[in-house]
């Protein structure tokens, strides 16, 4: 049973979310407000926060950002803003997934479970190291350290670029990478894994504009290039 946060001041939305998601057999927590919800994120192990952006007392953006400095926390946004530059900022600052309202309880209870279904997916890998130790990916326990440093990584981070390593020197474009990390039934724009590219370069690359280990085959898409 995995433990979902709902951080939402719509009482009749997260009523009816919490009614769906039990009965899927997931344990639900709900809070009207931000401050209030990040007070409980501390105190309960929650593998899935669904959080609204418009709430009483502090914005969604600004809860995404105070827990992304310290949780790597499934974020699910929802919001009623669904331009391609809202989303794009959404997953900027941390966010999963982003839902536009309104939007079907249903669509939302299957993107719940293909969230867990991948996370329950075991890997026997254990660390990998590339290009002398200065990059190491332990897929067990999905942590990236560079130079010895620990880098935080959002859940779809760390998804694309294991599947990146697993197609190491296989050029992958976009749409292959969201059926392969997000699923066929993904709901977005496929412009949306450069702005995931380009948040796992900043963490992972010395110099952005002259990549080693996610280097862009232009007019194809994306390809692995450290050495093991």
Same mark, same amino acid.
């Given at each position: 049973m995995h433990n979902i946060l709902i951080i939402e001041d719509e009482e009749r939305v997260s009523e009816i979310l919490k009614a769906y998601l039990e009965k899927e057999g997931y344990k639900v927590y709900c809070s009207a407000k931000g401050l209030e919800g990040m007070e409980l994120f501390k105190t309960i192990d929650f593998k899935l926060i669904i959080l609204d952006l418009m709430l009483p007392d502090i914005s969604g953006e600004e809860v995404c950002k105070i827990?992304?400095?310290?949780?790597?926390?499934?974020? %699910?946004?929802?919001?009623?803003?669904?331009?391609? #530059?809202?989303?794009? !900022?959404?997953?900027? *600052?941390?966010?999963? !997934? =982003? &839902? /536009?309202? +309104?939007?079907? +309880?249903?669509?939302?209870?299957?993107?719940? #479970?293909?969230? %867990?279904?991948?996370?329950? /997916?075991?890997? !026997?890998?254990?660390?990998?190291?590339?290009?002398?130790?200065?990059? *190491?990916?332990? =897929?067990?326990?999905?942590?990236?350290? *560079?130079?010895?440093?620990?880098? +935080?990584?959002?859940?779809? !981070?760390? #998804?694309? &670029? =294991? /599947?990146l390593i697993e197609n190491k020197g296989k050029v992958l474009s976009r749409e292959q990478l969201i059926d392969k990390v997000f699923g066929i039934d993904f709901d977005g724009y496929d412009r949306t894994i450069d702005v995931y590219i380009k948040n796992i370069r900043k963490k992972i690359e010395a110099d952005t504009k002259n990549p080693k280990y996610i280097v862009t085959v232009t007019k194809v898409g994306y390809k692995f290039g450290g050495d093991i």
């Open positions: 827990i992304r400095q310290n949780s790597d926390v499934h974020i %699910f946004m929802l919001t009623a803003k669904g331009g391609l #530059n809202d989303r794009i !900022e959404g997953l900027n *600052i941390g966010a999963d !997934e =982003y &839902l /536009v309202k +309104p939007f079907s +309880p249903r669509e939302l209870i299957a993107r719940v #479970n293909a969230l %867990f279904r991948r996370v329950n /997916v075991e890997t !026997e890998q254990d660390s990998i190291f590339f290009n002398d130790g200065s990059l *190491i990916v332990d =897929y067990d326990k999905r942590i990236v350290r *560079i130079n010895g440093e620990e880098v +935080p990584f959002t859940p779809n !981070e760390f #998804n694309i &670029l =294991y /599947v």
